[in-house]
């Protein structure tokens, strides 16, 4: 497997849009800082598409949809998504039918219920109260499982046919058929009509853990945060480019060479043109 190369070696002049992981590549230490809330917004003002991608729930997802500069937020791991529609209203999206979410959120809470009660001091995440398609277990955030503890609730979960999956905070689950990268590919067709190709240098995506896999293998401009090289030897699909900077910093990183590049690609004017 292929070692993520130097964030220089991107080439970022045709980027017109950025999706992106929250947990560990927004954030630092768990919060966002205003230097990266800045760095959204100088892309924006650049005019970038800005998309979160996170497992966090829908109630947090609406909430930055409304506040931050961005244009969309796909949550709960591909379980739904916000996408802005026009005079900026938001329009909200799920991956499966009404029926089937309230079947599997039944069946959901009784197989990770089971899982909790073997695992001592396993519980769920507190913001899984604001969830409506999957649920998160809390090993890193406000509980301290360590890896063998995450490893464990994420084998019991899986042995029980539930999705597992780790981001730098929570293990998310759910039961269906969606993930972050089938929920970016509808989100991308519904809201602008396009889809990925090979090599596509329009759109870059950031993240730093498990849950961003299928999204560094479907991005060709896919880049990894620093603290990325903490699960690069048991991650699926290793990001193409990685920052020197960990989490906040690595995208306020990337944000700056985007923009770099892109000014150096814009024609220049001469003189009295």
Same mark, same amino acid.
């Given at each position: 497997?292929?070692?993520?190369?130097?964030?220089?070696?991107?080439?970022?002049?045709?980027?017109?849009?950025? *999706?992106?992981?929250?947990?560990?590549?927004?954030?630092?230490?768990?919060?966002?800082?205003? @230097?990266?809330?800045?760095?959204?917004?100088?892309?924006?003002?650049?005019?970038?598409?800005?998309?979160?991608? #996170?497992?966090?729930?829908?109630?947090?997802?609406?909430?930055?949809?409304?506040?931050?500069?961005?244009?969309?937020?796909?949550?709960?791991?591909?379980? %739904?998504?916000?996408?802005?529609?026009?005079?900026?209203?938001?329009?909200?999206?799920?991956?499966?039918?009404?029926?089937?979410?309230?079947?599997?959120?039944?069946?959901?809470?009784?197989?990770?219920?089971?899982?909790?009660?073997?695992?001592?001091?396993?519980?769920?995440?507190?913001?899984?109260?604001?969830?409506?398609?999957?649920?998160?277990?809390?090993?890193?955030?406000?509980?301290? %499982?360590? /890896?063998?503890?995450?490893?464990?609730?994420?084998?019991?979960?899986?042995?029980?046919?539930?999705?597992?999956?780790?981001?730098?905070?929570?293990?998310?689950?759910? %039961?269906?058929?969606?993930?972050?990268?089938?929920?970016?590919?509808?989100?991308?067709?519904?809201?602008?009509?396009?889809?990925?190709?090979?090599? +596509?240098?329009?759109?870059?995506?950031?993240?730093?853990?498990?849950? +961003?896999?299928?999204?560094?293998?479907?991005?060709?401009?896919?880049?990894?945060?620093?603290?990325?090289?903490?699960?690069?030897?048991?991650? +699926? @699909?290793?990001?193409?480019?990685? #920052?020197?900077?960990?989490?906040?910093?690595? *995208? /306020?990183?990337?944000?700056?060479?985007?923009?770099?590049?892109?000014?150096?690609?814009?024609?220049?004017?001469?003189?009295?043109?």
């Amino acid at each position: 497997m292929a070692s993520p190369r130097p964030l220089r070696d991107a080439d970022l002049s045709r980027v017109e849009g950025v *999706f992106t992981d929250v947990d560990g590549t927004l954030t630092t230490s768990h919060r966002m800082l205003s @230097t990266t809330v800045r760095a959204l917004e100088r892309l924006a003002d650049a005019g970038l598409k800005l998309v979160l991608v #996170t497992g966090r729930p829908a109630g947090w997802a609406e909430a930055w949809a409304r506040t931050l500069p961005v244009e969309g937020v796909v949550a709960e791991n591909g379980g %739904l998504f916000f996408l802005r529609g026009p005079a900026g209203r938001l329009r909200k999206v799920y991956a499966e039918f009404p029926r089937v979410r309230e079947s599997n959120r039944r069946r959901l809470e009784a197989e990770v219920a089971a899982v909790l009660r073997q695992v001592p001091g396993a519980r769920l995440s507190v913001d899984s109260a604001y969830t409506e398609v999957d649920l998160a277990v809390d090993y890193n955030e406000e509980a301290r %499982l360590g /890896e063998q503890g995450a490893e464990r609730i994420e084998a019991l979960l899986r042995a029980r046919g539930v999705t597992a999956v780790r981001s730098s905070v929570h293990i998310n689950c759910w %039961l269906g058929r969606f993930d972050k990268r089938s929920a970016v590919r509808r989100f991308l067709k519904l809201a602008w009509g396009l889809r990925l190709e090979p090599g +596509d240098g329009r759109f870059v995506y950031a993240g730093d853990s498990f849950n +961003d896999a299928p999204m560094f293998g479907e991005f060709a401009l896919s880049v990894g945060v620093a603290n990325v090289r903490r699960v690069l030897e048991r991650i +699926d @699909t290793p990001p193409a480019f990685i #920052t020197r900077a960990e989490e906040g910093r690595g *995208f /306020e990183e990337l944000a700056r060479a985007i923009l770099a590049q892109r000014a150096r690609r814009a024609p220049r004017r001469g003189v009295g043109s």
